[in-house]
Each structure stands twice: as structure tokens, then as C-alpha cells.
């Protein structure tokens, strides 16, 4: 079982930033894909950054330029760093792990794929 607790939302305005953290629980850190997700009311739960176990990094076209994944497996956690943030990036944002392990250059980009969610954290930007 792994323990996922994401954290580090709040309420912005447009071309503000934030940093969001996830920390998983478990000694095999290291050896998982991460990635995080964002669910805005009315809408299904879309992908938008994964790292692999090796720092390779995949991104959603709409954040591309603007956010940026990175980890840090000596404290167990992943840091989601959000730039020039927009109205439209509001929702609640969720970091999960996959069910399954991975080569270290690759993540999944499907939500099916993630088993281990954490509780959300909300972001909200205003215009």
C-alpha cells in the first residue's frame, strides 16, 4: 500500500505561481512513476505532468512552458512547480502513483493507470 498526501494549493491571480508537493510513502520511492492530475468542477480528471523513476518528464500541451515536474527521492517527494498560472488552471489538483512499476524512462499519462491518489489540493486563480 502506498500513502500519497499532496498539498501546497491556494488562491492566486493570473501570472502568479505556486508549488505543489506529494509525498509517497514506502521504501521503493524511488522506483516509482508519479504524476499529477486536475479535476475542474464539471469536468473529467485530465493529466498533466508525470516523471518517470529516472527524471524523465512528460507534460500536458496546455501547461507545457508554464509548469515543470521534478522529485526529490531523499525526501520522498515530487514538487509541481505552476508559472504564469491562468483562470483556466483552476481545479482540484491530485498526485498519484501508477499500480504498476515502469521502465526509468517512462511514465503513464493515462489516469487508468494510477492507483495510489492522493487527497487533492485546490487552486484557484483569479482573473
Known amino acids: 500500500q502506498v500513502h500519497v498526501v499532496d498539498s501546497g494549493g491556494g488562491l492566486v491571480q493570473a501570472g502568479d505561481s505556486l508549488r505543489l508537493s506529494c509525498a509517497a510513502s514506502g521504501p521503493t520511492f524511488s522506483s516509482y512513476a508519479l504524476g499529477w492530475f486536475r479535476q475542474a468542477p464539471g469536468k473529467e480528471r485530465e493529466f498533466v505532468l508525470a516523471?518517470?523513476?529516472?527524471?524523465?518528464?512528460y507534460y500536458a500541451d496546455s501547461v507545457k512552458g508554464r509548469f515543470t515536474i521534478s522529485r526529490d527521492n531523499a525526501k520522498n517527494t515530487v514538487y509541481l512547480q505552476m508559472n504564469s498560472l491562468k483562470p483556466g488552471d483552476t481545479a482540484v489538483y491530485y498526485c498519484?502513483?501508477?499500480?504498476?512499476?515502469?521502465?526509468?524512462?517512462?511514465?503513464?499519462?493515462?489516469?487508468?493507470?494510477?492507483?495510489?491518489w492522493g487527497q487533492g489540493t485546490q487552486v484557484t486563480v483569479s482573473s
Open positions: 516523471i518517470s523513476s529516472g527524471g524523465n518528464t
Open positions: 498519484a502513483v501508477p499500480r504498476s512499476f515502469y521502465r526509468d524512462d517512462y511514465a503513464p499519462i493515462d489516469v487508468t493507470a494510477y492507483e495510489y
